[in-house]
T-cell receptor, first 114, second 112 residues
Framework: GQQVMQIPQYQHVQEGEDFTTYCNSS?????IQWYKQRPGGHPVFLIQ?????EVKKQKRLTFQFGEAKKNSSLHITATQTTDVGTYFC??????????????FGKGTHLIIQP | EAGVTQSPTHLIKTRGQQATLRCSPI?????VYWYQQALGLGLQFLLW???????NRGNFPPRFSGRQFPNYSSELNVNALELEDSALYLC???????????FGPGTRLTVT
């Protein structure tokens, strides 16, 4: 079945430094979603990318979808303590665009040292 | 609006027993998803219910089953529990026509 690989597994940064997590799929994705899970919390939807080469920004967060729609990245500029958590990318399990379920990467744990 | 709710928060069972987990979606959401989040394995898709029917299931054995009720709430049943079933079980709901899933707080299942 489709797999979504995510690196790195852990990322330690000093507060104020930038952070990037990368997501790669073995197959072309119709879309990719990103979620954030705070420690002890549940995943919260951040964004969906659909178009080849798409770039979307949410304040200090920049999301990119590769030209081949097989990879994606999330970049956080000038991290803050509120950014702590695990960031997951997720692709559709089948051809239903994600409506039929999501296959998640294992996530990148962002740890911020003050 | 109220979020996705799940019960119980914690559940402790012994190997071989059955577990029942419950989920209430956000009002107006007809799709319910179940995911297993086991340590080191990340989030794995279990089941998708929509309009009372099972629409898709992930790579899990048949002892993982469930149903969706007319009010769109859902139940996940795990039979013949094994130690490796210990995990956080997350329920998510989605509104028809939208793509984002809203997750509940989860049920922590411990099998001893």
């Amino acid at each position: 079945g489709q797999q979504v690989m995510q690196i790195p597994q852990y990322q330690h940064v000093q507060e104020g430094e930038d952070f990037t997590t990368y997501c790669n799929s073995s197959t072309t994705l119709s879309n990719i979603q990103w979620y954030k899970q705070r420690p002890g919390g549940h995943p919260v939807f951040l964004i969906q990318l659909v178009k080849s080469g798409e770039v979307k920004k949410q304040k200090r967060l920049t999301f990119q979808f590769g030209e081949a729609k097989k990879n994606s990245s999330l970049h956080i500029t000038a991290t803050q303590t509120t950014d702590v958590g695990t960031y997951f990318c997720a692709g559709p399990v089948g051809s239903g665009g994600g409506a039929d379920g999501l296959t998640f990467g294992k996530g990148t744990h962002l740890i911020i040292q003050p | 609006e109220a979020g996705v709710t799940q019960s119980p928060t914690h559940l402790i069972k012994t190997r071989g027993q059955q577990a029942t987990l419950r989920c209430s979606p956000i009002s107006g959401h007809t799709s319910v998803y179940w995911y297993q989040q086991a340590l080191g394995l990340g989030l794995q898709f279990l089941l998708w219910y929509d309009e009372g029917e099972e629409r898709n299931r992930g790579n899990f054995p048949p002892r993982f089953s469930g149903r969706q009720f007319p009010n769109y709430s859902s139940e996940l049943n795990v039979n013949a529990l094994e130690l490796e079933d210990s995990a956080l079980y997350l329920c998510a709901s989605r509104r028809t026509g939208r793509y984002e899933q809203y997750f509940g707080p989860g049920t922590r299942l411990t099998v001893t």
